[in-house]
């Protein structure tokens, strides 16, 4: 009784906390390896998170100097490190506190992939495979100044949480809306996967049932975002649902001498023409508000995208391989693992469709559309990290299938006569 009591398997939940301390560990060695691990003085989402501590404004993105209120982020992180700013006593404090939540969240992600991949593909190992992946990896740099993380984590309990919404109740349906609506409150194009999940899980329910919860779902899903839009309303008498940057991001990522990443882009041109670090540029979103600058700098460069259109073909197809695989700066062995298992996970994608695989109605149009807006600007290596789960737990599925098939083939080699 003993000896079966010791061999008997870790339940779901024991599996998870023990995924959950070892990510803990490990991303706690990781984050003292990564450059510029620390806050730094720049972030815009730390600048609006300190003008928000000290005066109740959500104001001032940008470094090089104040430039009144904004709608430059989603809202949820900057007061979310505005309350850390509050509740903590000290600069040393507040970053303790908000790397701790950034390894929780890690390790929270980490520790539900098990759980998801047997939802997906009928077996935990996938997800094992994967969770060991990000404990063994420095797949996710943790710049905790970011949001990317939270996010992730987010997205992960979503799908958990929504996983048997098909035969759920309308009060499941209002809060998955809800659910949808914190999360893109933190990050607008989380909202892409959250809706395909949803559409992927509803995909064996009844017409009455879809409609009732597109209905109830969509409703809580828009009220939740609504004081925030009545906010941006009110401030710039112009109406910005989430964020009103995407005119400036375009500007920066598509003119002459830009670059397909910040980083490259910062490297090629140190004067960038970007608010957050130009004096200039800062200058005229004061004077001309925020909303209007982002529209006129929309303006500029769509006129140089009809100017250029070589050129941002050639930026384009740069962002698309960058946001894949990410450039070697500013940590390479974080650039090579995500290069890895991007490319690793094509084996378990062309496993999933040869065996169709239901789990394709997800995966697919997740990873397809989630990224879009990424290549129209530049873009970093932290905006893949809250889809980055899914192409691990590709990975692990193609290593569970060629495991299974080397353990059948050593099956038949010792069951055939000799």
Not at 183 to 199: D, E, H, Q, R
Not at 345 to 369: D, E, M
């Amino acid at each position: 009784k003993r000896h079966a009591r010791a061999r008997r398997p870790l339940t779901a939940r024991g599996l998870a906390c023990l995924l959950f301390g070892w990510s803990l560990a490990s991303g706690t060695l990781y984050f003292a390896m990564a450059p510029d691990a620390g806050m730094g003085p720049g972030p815009e989402s730390l600048n609006l998170a300190r003008t928000l501590a000290a005066t109740g404004a959500f104001a001032n993105p940008y470094h090089a100097l104040p430039t009144g209120p904004s709608a430059h982020m989603a809202p949820l992180y900057p007061l979310l490190m505005a309350a850390f700013i509050r509740l903590t006593n000290g600069w040393d404090a507040f970053s303790l506190a908000i790397i701790l939540w950034n390894l929780v969240a890690q390790a929270t992600m980490v520790a539900s992939l098990p759980s998801l991949s047997e939802y997906l593909f009928g077996q935990r190992k996938p997800g094992i495979i994967a969770s060991v992946l990000f404990i063994a990896l420095p797949l996710n740099l943790l710049w905790a100044q970011w949001d990317a993380i939270t996010v992730a984590c987010g997205l992960t309990i979503f799908c958990l949480a929504t996983r048997r919404v098909a035969a759920a109740s309308l009060r499941t349906d209002v809060v998955t809306g809800f659910g949808a609506g914190v999360l893109t409150l933190f990050s607008p194009t989380i909202v892409v996967p959250c809706v395909v999940w949803c559409a992927f899980v509803l995909r064996s329910a009844t017409r009455p049932r879809s409609i009732r919860f597109v209905l109830a779902g969509g409703a809580a899903f828009v009220l939740t975002l609504t004081p925030w839009t009545i906010r941006n309303y009110t401030v710039f008498h112009s109406l910005v649902p989430l964020r009103d940057n995407f005119g400036l991001e375009l500007y920066v990522s598509n003119r002459d001498g830009a670059g397909p990443t910040y980083m490259e882009n910062f490297t090629l041109n140190p004067n960038m023409p970007h608010p957050n670090s130009n004096v200039e540029e800062a200058r005229l979103v004061r004077d001309m508000g925020e909303v209007a600058y982002n529209r006129g700098r929309q303006s500029i460069a769509l006129r140089w995208i009809s100017q250029h259109p070589g050129e941002f073909i050639h930026l384009t197809a740069l962002r698309i391989q960058r946001i894949w695989f990410p450039i070697r700066e500013p940590l390479p062995i974080s650039s090579y693992s995500v290069w890895t298992v991007t490319l690793l996970s094509l084996g378990g994608l062309v496993l999933l469709t040869i065996r169709k695989s239901h789990a394709l109605w997800f995966i697919v149009p997740a990873l397809v559309l989630y990224p879009l807006p990424y290549y129209l600007t530049n873009n970093d290596a932290r905006y893949r990290y809250p889809i980055l789960w899914i192409s691990a737990l590709c990975l692990g599925y193609a290593c569970v299938s060629l495991a299974d098939r080397l353990r059948a083939r050593s099956t038949e080699s010792a069951a055939a006569p000799r």
